[in-house]
C-alpha cells in the first residue's frame, strides 16, 4: 500500500530569505539559518531554493567569481540533509514584489550601458529597465568581448566547477535557469519601480535598438517593410479597452497585430531556448533537472485580449494556446516548467482585475503534462492559511490521490515562498507541517522519491513553427476537482 502511495507524494522545498548572503557577498547568518533548516527537516520538508545572483558573484570584474559564501551556505543545507534548488539568478533582486534587498546585475556590465543604454529593455517611452539585459543583446559581443549568452553560459560553467562536490553528493538537484526579471521568463511589462499598479495592464518592452532593428528586419522579410513596432497598446496602467491595441476589433486581431505578437512571443522562446542549450551541455551528466519559471499573469486573463499576458510576452488568447509552445520547446530539453500563483483562488481577487488564477493555473500545467513535462509550482503571495494551502494541495493533484499507484497527475513538486521566522512559529508551522504531510500523501518524508538521472543532450532544436503550430487550437484543459482528497 505505501507503496502504491509514493507515487503520490509531491516534494516540497521552501525558498530561502532573499538576503540569506549579503549585498556583500557573505554568508554571516549561519546559526541563524542552521537552526531554521533544522525546523524544516523536522517538518519533513525536502529541500531548499536559493537565488544565486551573478550580481553577487561576478561583482569584481570580468570572469571574476566569488563563490565563498555560496559554498558555505551549501554546506549548511548539505548538513541540515536537504537537497538544494540552485536558481541561476542573472537579474536584479530589487523592485519586484517582496524584494526586501538591492542587489543589481555587475556594476562592470551596467557600466556598458552609460555608453550603450539600448542594452537594457526599453519602453516605448524610452525608459530603460536595469533588471535584466534585453534579449537583443543575446547574441551582441558587447560585454568585454562576451555576448550577453556567453557571460550567462560562463556563469553557470563557473558554477558547475566550483560547486562539483554539491553536484557529486546529490545535494543540488535541480538547476533554476534564470531568463528574465525575477527570474521568469518573460519581458519586464509590469515594473513598480517605473510606477506600475496592480492591475495595469503593462507595456510592450522591445523598443531598444537591437529589438527594433531584429523586428524591422523581420517585417522586410514578410514583405512588409511599413510595419512599426506598435504606437498604440498604451501606458502601464491602462484598462485593455483604453488603446487601440487590446480594445474589441484592436490591432492585435489584425495582420500586423499578429505579426508583432507573433514575434515578440518567439523571441521570448528562443531566447528560453538558447540559454537551456547551454546549460545543458554545462551541466551534461550530472544528476540535475533544469528548470525555467513563467510567470503567473492572471490579471485581464478573463477578457478577450489577455492584455496583461500580452504584454509580458505570453501570446496567450481564448483561442491560442500562449504556454503549450513553451512547454514544446521545453521537451527538447527535457526541462521542468515551474508556475506560480498555486495558492490563488479566483474568489480572492478583485472583479475589475478580471483576473482567474485558477483557471490559468489549470491552463499551464495542462499544457505542460500535454507535452509529458514535469511540471512544478510556487506560490506568488506568503500566506500561512488553511485555504491557501488547500488550493495547493487540490492543484497538486487536480484529481486526487490514487491508492493504487501514480496519480492522473501530479505535480513534480512544490516551493513555498518562503523561509521566515513568521513560518516558524505557533500556529503556522503547525499548519505548515500538516500541509508538508498532505503534500507528502500522508506518507514519512522520503529522500529517494522520484529519483533523477544523468542529464542527457538536449535533442535536435525544434524549428519555431513546429512550436507555434501547437498554438492551435487550443485544448481544453484537464478536469480540476474543486477541492483537494487530502485537506490540511
Known amino acids: 500500500m505505501a507503496g502504491n502511495m509514493l507515487a503520490n507524494y509531491v516534494q516540497v522545498y521552501v525558498m530561502l530569505p532573499l538576503d540569506v548572503i549579503t549585498v556583500d557577498n557573505t554568508f554571516e547568518k549561519a546559526d541563524e539559518i542552521r537552526a531554521q533548516l533544522k525546523k524544516l527537516t523536522e517538518a519533513g520538508v525536502d529541500g531548499v531554493m536559493i537565488d544565486v545572483w551573478w550580481g553577487l558573484v561576478e561583482a569584481k570584474g570580468p570572469g571574476e567569481y566569488d563563490w565563498t559564501a555560496y559554498k558555505q551556505l551549501f554546506k549548511v543545507v548539505q548538513e541540515a540533509g536537504l537537497k538544494l534548488q540552485a536558481i541561476m539568478s542573472c537579474h536584479q533582486c530589487g523592485g519586484n514584489v517582496g524584494d526586501v534587498v538591492n542587489i543589481p546585475i555587475p556594476q562592470w556590465v551596467r557600466d556598458v550601458g552609460e555608453a550603450d543604454p539600448d542594452i537594457f529593455y526599453t519602453n516605448r517611452g524610452g525608459n530603460r529597465n536595469i533588471e535584466y539585459l534585453t534579449l537583443g543583446v543575446d547574441d551582441q559581443p558587447l560585454f568585454h568581448g562576451r555576448t550577453a549568452i556567453q557571460m550567462y553560459a560562463d556563469y553557470m560553467k563557473s558554477f558547475r566547477e566550483n560547486m562539483a562536490e554539491f553536484l557529486d553528493a ?9 531568463l528574465g526579471p525575477a527570474g521568469e521568463m518573460r519581458y519586464p511589462s509590469y515594473p513598480q519601480s517605473q ?8 507595456e510592450f ?3 531598444d535598438k537591437y529589438l527594433e532593428a531584429d523586428f524591422k528586419a523581420a517585417a522586410e522579410e514578410a514583405g512588409h517593410p511599413e510595419w512599426e513596432l506598435p504606437d498604440d497598446a498604451g501606458e502601464y496602467n491602462d484598462t485593455p479597452e483604453k488603446t487601440q491595441f487590446f480594445k474589441d476589433n484592436g490591432t492585435y486581431q489584425t495582420e500586423k497585430g499578429k505579426f508583432f505578437l507573433t514575434w515578440y512571443s518567439n523571441k521570448l522562446i528562443k531566447h528560453g531556448d538558447k540559454i537551456l542549450d547551454e546549460a545543458n551541455q554545462i551541466f551534461l551528466g550530472c544528476r540535475v533537472q533544469l528548470a525555467i519559471k513563467i510567470s503567473g499573469i492572471h490579471w485581464w486573463y478573463r477578457v478577450p485580449n489577455h492584455a496583461a499576458e500580452l504584454t509580458a510576452g505570453y501570446y496567450n488568447l481564448d483561442n491560442r494556446d500562449g504556454y503549450r509552445t513553451i512547454a514544446r520547446m521545453l521537451t527538447r530539453h527535457r526541462a ?6 498555486a495558492e490563488m483562488r479566483d474568489n480572492e481577487q478583485s472583479s475589475e482585475a478580471k483576473s482567474a488564477p485558477e483557471e490559468l493555473v489549470q491552463q499551464v500545467l495542462s499544457a505542460g503534462w500535454r507535452e509529458g513535462l514535469h511540471v512544478a509550482c510556487e506560490n506568488a503571495l506568503g500566506r500561512y492559511d488553511a485555504t491557501a494551502y488547500n488550493t495547493i494541495l487540490r492543484n497538486s493533484r487536480p484529481q486526487g490521490v490514487n491508492k493504487n499507484g501514480p496519480p492522473e497527475h501530479k505535480l513534480y513538486g512544490f516551493t513555498y515562498l518562503r523561509l521566515s521566522d513568521e513560518l516558524l512559529e505557533g500556529q503556522n508551522y ?10 507528502h500523501a500522508n506518507l514519512d518524508y522520503n ?3 522520484d529519483p533523477i538521472a544523468p542529464l542527457q543532450r ?3 532544436e525544434i524549428p519555431i513553427e513546429d512550436i507555434v503550430d501547437v498554438a492551435e487550437p487550443k485544448l481544453e484543459p484537464f478536469s480540476f476537482n474543486k477541492n483537494t482528497d487530502l485537506p490540511v
Open 170 to 178: 546529490g545535494v543540488i538537484v535541480d538547476i533554476e535557469v534564470g
Open 447 to 449: 529522500p529517494n522519491v
Open 430 to 439: 503547525a499548519t505548515f507541517k500538516t500541509f508538508v504531510r498532505r503534500m
Open 458 to 460: 538536449s535533442k535536435p
Open 205 to 207: 518592452i522591445c523598443y
Open 336 to 341: 521542468c516548467m515551474n508556475f506560480t500563483c
Open 195 to 202: 510606477g506600475w499598479v496592480f492591475p495595469g495592464i503593462g
